[in-house]
């Protein structure tokens, strides 16, 4: 039988994953803490060479997971840097994550996205640079801003005035980290290629939290096991951030990329498989063909022929014509007639 979805190959190819298994630093016997480092150290190459030599066997599902303009050398050069710190995740879910994070298209670097274990399960996350990549290759979206905000920093926001005098912000540049005080606001906003500037949302830290506390499932893993590890415990800047920018997606047109982006996040924070959630090629031409369409309308073009069309209707069938009721003469006479 063809394996034809990208979870059959999965379940086919992780069905019994062997990896050879690294002598672990720990059993390291009358060794200084210098030693001890070098020698996790070394553990940590000598594992990642291991597993790359087994991910090899899997290029070719990388191959077709991976979009066009991502070839499968540089993404598993980039996943090679993340492997030291995934020695104990399952094989099984180690290849789940990473064709998750090249069904997305985005490399495992800690900048675009990130691989972290929590236990032994491997997970994909994707972090804001990677969800501004996806606003960027909509076509809609000029630029994006996003930043924190510190307690010496000059900001000013009026949602009541007119765009863009109703957020003005001044970082103070002239004083150390230290100096310009705890960070209190996240922002962001956008620029859309028609002129138009987006709302701007303001994300507090109690509401970071809220959003934490409410709806990250790692979060709260973290905490009933007490490992504290999870990203909201040892990024909580990054993903204060990622929230906000997250809470932009819902006032800005959003394309089928970015939709997909956030079901696989939501499901690697909910424990879920994440690999299956990119659209299809059809889905996508569907959605930018959509978005086209609503920026002709918003731009206002008057061309006819550049106009968006009105939607086809669905002709209507004829009736169906209902049998003639006649009399015992009119029917002898119609028989008579056909003869």
Known sequence: MALTSLKDRVRAATEKP???????????????PDELRAAEQAEGGQAADTVMTWLEQYRSHFTKALPSHVDADTFLAAARSAL???ARCTPASLLQALLACAEQGLLPDGRHAVITAEGKIAVFIPMAQGYLDKMYRSGRVASVHIGLIHERDEWNYEPSAPSPLDFTFRPALKLSKADRGPVI?????????SGARSQVVILSREDAEEIRDEYSKAYQRAEESGTADSFWHTDFDRMWEKSCLRRLHKVV?????????????DAGDSGQVQVGYAPPAEEQQL?????????????????????????????????????????????????????
Request: net charge positive; aromatic share 4%.
């Open 253 to 265: 047109p959003m394309s089928a990329e970015l939709v997909a982006l956030a079901k696989v996040d």
């Open 84 to 86: 030291p710190g995934l």
């Open 18 to 32: 062997t990896v050879p298994v690294v002598r672990p630093a720990e059993v390291v016997q009358d060794a200084t």
């Open 185 to 193: 606001l996240a922002y962001a906003f956008c620029w859309m290629t």
């Open 287 to 339: 959605a930018a063909e959509a978005e086209e369409a609503h920026e002709r309308a918003e731009d206002g073009q008057g061309d006819e022929d550049t106009r968006p069309r009105p939607l086809l209707r669905k002709k209507s069938l004829p009736r169906r014509s209902q049998p003639i009721r006649t009399t015992r003469k009119g029917r002898k006479k119609a028989a008579k007639n056909r003869r």
